[in-house]
């Protein structure tokens, strides 16, 4: 399998600070159809994770444009511009290129 | 706007099978998707089940494969899970999400629904 290794697992942020979130996989996430099935989700505390960016730096609908995803490879990035309260909670990152479809442990943000 | 929805069992005994159903509404199942089952034990990460499309063609993970079942019914509009000899380390948040076409995973997730694993 796939790993997906995240860091900081903690992110204490100040709002209006930008913030980053880093993910690497054990092997490389480019497919052989040319895509890179990276993907980023946030999961607030009782909530269902919800998909922010998707192969590697698509933003999804409605999502502001303060969140950015880059990388390639192995090694990939979230980016929070200016952190918001609305912000906080667990970041995960998970691959979809190889079977079975993996999962960072997760980067939890909070509010110092 | 796709809607998901799962429901079964909040409690089930050891060496029991689980059985979950998502409800999908505001699209077809039968459309070109892919419908998974992603667990998440309390104070944990995100695991990958299974997932399923409208033909019936299956994918599962190998580290549950030989316990788990999905299962499509286009008829209800809904998909479902089964995990046999369930143990307290299947205790865990039950979601449902979606794949678009094109490798777009899990743009819609149901509200997730906890099911205990006990005695």
């Known amino acids: 399998d796939v790993v997906m290794t995240q860091s900081p697992l903690s992110l204490p942020v100040t709002l209006g600070q930008p913030a980053s979130i880093s993910c690497r996989s054990s092997?490389?996430?480019?497919?052989?159809?040319?895509?890179?099935?990276l993907n980023w989700f946030h999961q607030r505390p009782g909530q269902s994770p919800r998909r922010l960016i998707y192969k590697v730096s698509d933003r999804d609908s409605g999502v502001p444009d303060r969140f950015s995803g880059s990388g390639s490879g192995t090694d990939f990035t979230l980016k929070i511009s200016r952190v918001e309260a609305e912000d906080v909670g667990v970041y995960y990152c998970?691959?979809?290129?190889?079977?079975?479809?993996?999962f960072g442990g997760g980067t939890k943000v909070e509010i110092k | 706007q796709v809607q998901l929805q799962e429901s079964g069992p909040g409690l089930v005994k050891p060496s029991e099978t689980l059985s979950l159903t998502c409800a999908v509404s505001?699209?077809?199942?039968?459309?070109?998707?892919?419908w998974s089952w992603i667990r998440q034990p309390p104070g944990r990460g995100l695991e990958w089940i299974a997932e399923?499309?409208?033909?019936?063609?299956?994918k599962y993970n190998p580290s549950l494969k030989s316990r788990v079942t999905i299962s499509v019914d286009k008829s209800n509009n809904q998909f479902s899970l089964k995990l046999s000899s369930v143990t307290a380390a299947d205790t865990a948040v039950y979601y449902c999400a979606r794949t678009l076409s094109g490798g777009r995973f899990f743009d819609y997730w149901g509200q997730g629904t906890l099911v205990t694993v006990s005695s």
């Open positions: 998970m691959q979809g290129t190889h079977w079975p479809l993996t």
């Open positions: 092997q490389s996430l480019v497919h052989s159809d040319g895509n890179t099935y």
């Open positions: 505001g699209g077809s199942i039968s459309s070109s998707n892919w």
């Open positions: 399923i499309d409208h033909s019936g063609y299956t």
